[in-house]
């Protein structure tokens, strides 16, 4: 157990379907992370929020929505999105030094 | 050029044996390296951080940093199967907090 908490484990959605990914951390970090590992490919940074502020978006696509309430929570909304979007979601928290995964979310957009 | 390269693997090696992964970066203003385990169908766990160079050890492994050579590699004593798994190296840049990972290699332990 990381301290970093994500839900659903698991999930199908088709191209039309609206979804949420959930993420909470325990650590007091302030820095929270989504990341997309995808077959064969390094884990693509995807957002990074330092106390609540998005500081980075690595040119993801609009149909990935994130949301980050407070330092503790934070969210990423899915509309219409395509098979290639299928992969490992991972959510992250750091203080600034040593970064802790969640378990992911495994999605698979059919 | 990729900011932080690895070997893809696999590495085999037989079990009790030393494991070497290598990883290197492009930028020279990386301040933080970790060394992350992976197992098949699991997330990311950290096993290891080092900040300045030289070695750093830690039980069966050491981390070991040059940064002239823009180099950092994780040493593996007295290999288990249990240690089979994906190892991904991670850089970040000082005064931002952007990880960022090389493709990982693939470690097997024969037994």
């Known amino acids: 157990e990381t301290g970093v908490t994500q839900t659903p484990r698991h999930l199908v959605m088709g191209m039309t379907n609206k979804k949420s990914l959930k993420c909470e951390q325990h650590?007091?970090?302030?820095?929270m992370y989504w990341y997309k590992q995808s077959a064969k490919k390094p884990l693509e940074l995807m957002f990074v929020?330092?106390?609540?502020?998005?500081?980075e978006n690595n040119s993801v696509p609009s149909r990935f929505s994130p949301e980050c309430p407070n330092s503790s929570h934070l969210f990423l909304h899915l509309h219409t999105l395509q098979p290639e979007d299928s992969a490992l979601y991972l959510c992250?928290?750091?203080?600034?030094?040593?970064?802790?995964f969640g378990q992911g979310t495994r999605l698979t957009v059919v | 050029q990729k900011e932080v390269e690895q070997n893809s693997g696999p590495l085999s090696v037989p079990e009790g044996a030393i494991a070497s992964l290598n990883c290197t970066y492009s930028?020279?203003?990386?301040?933080?390296f970790f060394w992350y385990r992976q197992y098949s169908g699991k997330s990311p766990e950290l096993i290891m951080s080092?900040?300045?160079?030289g070695d750093k050890e830690d039980g069966r492994f050491t981390a070991q940093l040059n940064k002239a050579s823009q180099y950092v590699s994780l040493l593996i004593r007295d290999s288990q199967p249990s240690d089979s798994a994906t190892y991904l190296c991670?850089?970040?840049?000082?005064?931002?907090?952007?990880?960022?990972f090389g493709t990982g290699t693939r470690l097997k332990v024969l037994a």
């Open positions: 992250a928290s750091s203080q600034g030094m040593e970064a802790f």
């Open positions: 650590l007091g970090h302030n820095a």
């Open positions: 929020y330092n106390f609540k502020e998005q500081t």
């Open positions: 930028d020279r203003g990386s301040q933080s």
């Open positions: 080092i900040y300045s160079n």
């Open positions: 991670a850089v970040i840049t000082s005064g931002t907090y952007k990880y960022i």
